[in-house]
């Protein structure tokens, strides 16, 4: 027997945009994006949305609101493209009631919580455009002192995403001021800036967004569309003297095109000349590009989503690093295990982590490994019949190469092969795959998965020459974990500010936390700007979705006024205690707040007097979510338990379960 029932939620949406509804049912979709069933906006109250439509009375029915682009196809044969902007991920989806049918809802809240995600990249994809220091000069003298603005304009469509008359206009048009007006839904401009009050993105005021002529001036447009050849953008550049408010009109003072389509890599640098508007030559445009695509292989849906959650009751977890800890250091922390193996982690398990992280690699044959160094050392004769160690790169290697050679740690070069007296045990070998990792360990231990992937220095040395191109990296890193993932706690971080985005882009299921060793006289800093502080890394955090930040620990001890920097924007901190791997650091740093503590030697700094992770109670328990609410951060914002995993105890606590979020194909 079928039902009628209507839908109704208010929200408000930019142009193009409108609201859909996706759901567990048949009639409903079975939460595919291509199955969403968009609604109707109601021709008074432009914020109403509704739709009518019949249900199977004897099937239960849960459902998402979810704010969509809808592409209609050129050739009536191939389907509708669905581009996400949005979409409610409360754990605990809505569900239609006897008096549901009557109630108007509010887009992102149930029971008074507001909890919204942006979308991820299917059909589409994303490119972004980075303006740092140096990335935009003017030469004439006059502007010197001036304010900068910059607006990015899509100025070719898509053929088929906007009407005959547009494209007519477009052709025949010869004043640009007509094109920058026509500006239409699609493709989607965005722009954010690394300061507390520009870094949410969002669509450009009307003349764009502030560029600031300082050192650590950051600017990012983040463009989505579906073939680069087919789209050009306008930038044009506005600059508001000295005296003016923001309130003033600024002056137009140049422009320059970028041409995606005359990009040869998936990530580089370009410069154009910016013109005044009589064509003149006036300064120059300077801008990284990125360009993200979708995962192939990979089918995502509005089942659920753990991209932006951490429960209340998740804190000072004991996380072991690289396992029971570096194996080469010279600190009295060093590993007894080679690090990085799963002997290594088996052993931290053992003795109470609640998390073990790791690094991860690709092989040349395209297999995600487990290794620290960006290079490792063969020993051979030379002709003089002596010995020579020579650094290989790792992704020079296949599989079998790497887990075949006699192969030694950096280190060793100058400082003597290192024996552990366990050479051919199997779960002692260097390079395990993330297969295995994720197999052969206990479930209730979560992962903490670095993804090493080199960048550029601020002294323009490159910290891994000739990297394998970005999106092929992380698609088989992405497809691994995704399927042997199950129920595991699992994070990702990296260093590179981004692979922390394209990883937030390419999956809607496992959230991201960027490293940074914050400001500090030990290690060189990145070229990148976003790693510079803690305090930039926040507000990288919030421009991209990503969990928090896992912090340098000697950082935080030096100011633990950060912590609560973090703390106020809704993020999530784990942090790394390098050399200062002691119980007691350990102890102070989960009495400072953090949610996680990375350090060597499990089996010596953890005083658990249950040595078991945080997790294991979780799954003695049922996924229950009816008690659990949560805040638009993702962050749960109520809970029955609040305990940390402290050297005493490891608490109880009810946890939904992370499968059933994805297909693989």
């Not at 979810?66 to 979409?87: F, G, H, M, T």
């Not at 699609?186 to 002529?213: S, T």
């Not at 105890?649 to 297909?663: D, H, I, L």
Request: hydrophobic residues 35%.
């Amino acid at each position: 027997m079928v039902v009628q029932h209507t839908f109704k939620v208010k929200c408000q949406v930019q142009a193009g945009e409108c609201l859909a509804v996706t759901g567990s049912s048949q009639d409903l979709g079975r939460w595919k994006k291509q199955a969403v069933q968009p609604m109707v906006q109601d021709t008074e109250d432009k914020d109403l949305w509704q739709l009518t439509t019949t249900l199977d009375e004897e099937e239960d029915h849960l459902f998402r609101y979810c704010v969509v682009i809808i592409l209609q196809p050129l050739c009536p044969a191939n389907p509708r493209r669905i581009i996400v902007s949005q979409w409610e991920t409360h754990l605990l989806p809505r569900k239609i009631g006897e008096n549901s049918c009557s109630s108007t809802d509010t887009f992102g809240i149930i029971d008074r919580v507001e909890r919204v995600q942006r979308g991820w990249l299917t059909d589409e994809m994303m490119i972004q455009f980075k303006l740092s220091q140096g990335g935009i000069t003017i030469y004439k003298k006059k502007y010197s002192e001036h304010r900068l603005w910059a607006k990015m304009t899509p100025l070719v469509k898509e053929w088929g995403h906007c009407s005959d008359q547009d494209i007519n206009q477009a052709e025949e048009s010869i004043d640009i001021q007509d094109v920058r007006d026509r500006c239409g839904t699609w493709p989607i401009v965005e722009a954010a800036a690394l300061n507390e009050n520009d870094c949410e993105r969002k669509f450009q005021d009307q003349f764009g967004i502030e560029y600031k002529k300082t050192e650590d001036s950051f600017v990012i447009f983040e463009a989505q569309l579906l073939n680069p050849s087919s789209v050009a953008f306008l930038v044009d550049i506005y600059a508001r003297g000295p005296g003016t408010s923001d309130n003033d009109i600024p002056d137009h003072i140049g422009m320059c095109y970028i041409y995606p389509d005359n990009f040869k890599q998936t990530m580089g640098k370009l410069r154009t000349p910016i013109t005044s508007m009589k064509f003149q030559p006036i300064g120059k445009l300077t801008v990284d590009y990125l360009m993200i695509n979708s995962t192939p292989q990979l089918e995502m849906d509005f089942s659920l989503s753990y991209r932006n959650y951490w429960a209340d009751d998740w804190k000072g977890l004991d996380v072991g690093h690289r396992g029971l800890g570096n194996s080469y250091t010279k600190g009295h922390h060093c590993s007894s295990i080679k690090e990085n193996t799963i002997a290594s982690m088996r052993d931290a398990i053992q003795h109470g982590a609640d998390m073990v992280e790791f690094d991860v690699q690709v092989s040349k044959d395209l297999v995600p490994i487990v290794y620290h160094e960006f290079n490792l050392c063969v020993q051979t004769k030379t002709k003089q019949g002596g010995e020579i160690m020579l650094d290989v790169p790792v992704k020079d290697l296949t599989l079998a190469e790497l887990q075949g050679l006699k192969s030694h740690h950096p280190s060793e070069k100058e400082g003597g092969v290192k024996s552990f007296g366990n050479d051919g045990e199997a779960d002692h070998e260097p390079f395990p795959t993330l297969e295995d990792i994720l197999l052969s360990l206990d479930v209730n231990c979560g992962f903490n998965i670095e993804i090493k992937y080199g960048q550029l220095m601020k002294d323009e040395k490159e910290e891994d020459k000739n990297p394998m191109e970005i999106n092929l990296f992380l698609d088989q890193v992405l497809k691994t974990v995704l399927r042997n993932g199950g129920d595991r706690r699992i994070i990702f971080s990296s260093f590179n500010p981004d692979v922390c985005t394209m990883i937030i882009n390419k999956q809607n299921k496992y959230p991201a936390l960027l490293l940074t060793q914050g400001e500090n006289s030990k290690y060189e800093d990145f070229m990148d700007p976003r790693t510079w502080s803690i305090r930039n890394g926040v507000l990288f955090a919030e421009m991209s979705g990503l969990l928090g930040l896992s912090a340098m620990a000697e950082a935080l001890i030096r100011d633990p006024t950060q912590i609560e920097l973090v703390k106020s924007r809704d993020q999530v901190l784990f942090c790394w205690t390098d050399e200062k791997n002691d119980r007691e650091t350990v102890k102070y740093l989960k009495q400072l707040g953090v949610n996680g503590v990375i350090y060597d030697r499990m089996d010596q700094n953890n005083d658990k007097i249950v040595k078991e992770s945080i997790f294991v109670s979780d799954s003695k328990l049922p996924a229950t979510h009816a008690s659990i609410a949560y805040s638009s951060s993702g962050v749960s914002s109520e809970s029955d338990y609040t305990p940390k995993s402290s050297p005493s105890a490891s608490p109880t606590r009810n946890s939904p379960s992370f499968s059933g979020v994805f297909n693989c194909t």
